[in-house]
């Protein structure tokens, strides 16, 4: 049986639009750093980078190399973990310049996905697609644990908002977020969707 995220991981990737307290469990990405304006038209360089690999071990099955353990799936979605250079946070004021912003984008592979073939991945992918990004990729295991998260429905630009919303709800439970740093879930795709019709998960850690 074809393994649904939307389904059978529900929690971690369809939060309601309202906060909410969770535990992220240890979760496997091919991932990727940069800087700078996201609107950019570099920023999709990055993300098609991410897909390639992503697809690649996907059909790996077709291509002869499936790993042990392989099971059927949907791709998951793409991920970015942002945060803001330090000489920016030396002048935080509430107001984020995007010129300022530092991210790491990923995307989640399942759980047979070793290190190991994750590299042979790489390699493979570096011949049949080359790309210079390719080399700035890594292979990284995240254990996020406690967070608070919420969807967050409409324009990026408007995330401060729901933002808002989730430290409140995180001071009532007697916790605090870690720091400036946070994770967006793409659900919707900019290219062909409304700004007032995304849907992003918006999520941070709390201690």
């Not at 803001?84 to 509430?94: H, Q």
């Not at 967050?152 to 408007?158: E, K, V």
């Not at 729901?162 to 430290?167: G, K, N, T």
Request: charged residues 30%.
């Amino acid at each position: 049986m074809k393994h649904e995220w939307k389904v059978a991981e529900k929690n971690l990737y369809l939060p309601k639009s309202k906060p909410e307290q969770i535990t992220v469990p240890q979760l496997n990405y091919f991932s990727i750093k940069g800087k700078e304006n996201p609107n950019d038209e570099f920023f999709a360089e990055y993300i098609g980078v991410l897909y390639s690999l992503s697809y690649a071990v996907k059909m790996s099955p077709k291509q002869g190399n499936a790993p042990e353990g392989y099971f059927d799936y949907s791709l998951y979605p793409l991920e970015g973990v942002w945060d803001i250079d330090e000489k920016a946070k030396l002048s935080f004021n509430g107001t984020i310049n995007k010129n300022d912003l530092i991210f790491n984008l990923m995307i989640r592979q399942p759980d047979f996905v070793t290190p190991q073939f994750a590299l042979e991945i790489i390699e493979k992918t570096k011949k049949k697609k080359p790309h210079k990004l390719l080399y700035e990729v890594c292979f990284e295991t995240i254990n996020e644990g406690k967070c608070v998260q919420m969807m967050h429905l409409g324009s990026y630009d408007n995330e401060t908002e729901s933002f808002r919303i989730m430290e409140e709800f995180a001071e009532q439970l007697g916790l605090k977020r870690k720091s400036l740093t946070h994770r967006e879930i793409y659900l919707s795709d900019a290219r062909k969707t409304l700004p007032e019709k995304l849907k992003t998960v918006l999520r941070f850690q709390v201690e």
